[in-house]
């Protein structure tokens, strides 16, 4: 079982920066590829950057260039650098973890943070 956190959302002026961090406990942190998803009002749940335990890292097209995802397996945390906002990137933004092993697949969701970009 795998709790997440994430933290660091909030109101953002379009073209400033906002780092997410999204906190696990309670399983091996390093074990579990992470991601980054994001919800829209009245739009599908989309990828926006994964990590695997390998360091392997990809984005959507639309954030490619601009935010950079990381982790640090110490602090058992991954982040989302975000970097010249758009007013489209306004969404609740969601940690992810996955593992896959002989025994079954295991998904865990963090509550969602709201990321609002607006002046």
């Known amino acids: 079982q795998v709790q997440l956190v994430e933290s660091g959302g909030g109101l953002v002026q379009p073209g400033g920066s906002l780092r997410l961090s999204c906190a696990a406990s309670?399983?091996?942190?390093?074990?579990?590829?992470m991601a980054w998803y994001r919800q829209a009002p009245g739009k599908q749940r989309e990828l926006v950057a994964a990590i695997t335990t390998g360091g392997i890292i990809n984005y959507v097209d639309s954030v490619q260039g601009r935010f950079a995802i990381s982790r640090d397996n110490a602090k058992n945390t991954v982040y989302l650098q975000m970097n010249r906002v758009l007013p489209e990137d306004t969404a609740v933004y969601y940690c992810y973890a996955d593992r896959s092993s002989w025994s079954g697949r295991f998904e865990y969701w963090g509550q969602g943070t709201q990321v609002t970009v607006s002046s």
């Open positions: 309670g399983s091996i942190f390093s074990a579990y590829d």
